[in-house]
């Protein structure tokens, strides 16, 4: 686990208190925690913690928080949560 401050995850586009939250609930504390996650695993397991339906919107911004966390050069687009949705 990589020591950051608080707000470190929610310098990610998309990625406001609430899913930082949920994020360090699952283990994820920092940006350097996202490299190379799976995100629909990250999503499945968020989902089996609450013992509830996640909304589906939660994958796309995990699908996005990855990218930003595993990519140097980032593409504005696929810095919308929105473009990460199931095609």
């Known amino acids: 686990m990589t020591l950051s401050k608080p707000d470190d ?6 990625v406001g208190s609430k899913i930082a939250q949920e994020l360090r609930g699952l283990g994820i504390h920092s940006i350097e925690d996202l490299k190379g996650k799976n995100p629909e695993e ?3 397991k ?3 913690r609450k013992g509830t339906y996640v909304d589906r919107c939660v994958l796309y911004v995990f699908r996005c928080a990855v990218y930003y966390a595993s990519n140097k050069d980032h593409d504005p687009e696929l810095l919308k949560w929105w473009n990460w949705k199931d095609v």
């Open 46 to 48: 968020l989902s089996t």
């Open 9 to 14: 995850l929610e310098r990610i586009p998309g």
């Open 42 to 44: 990250l999503y499945f």
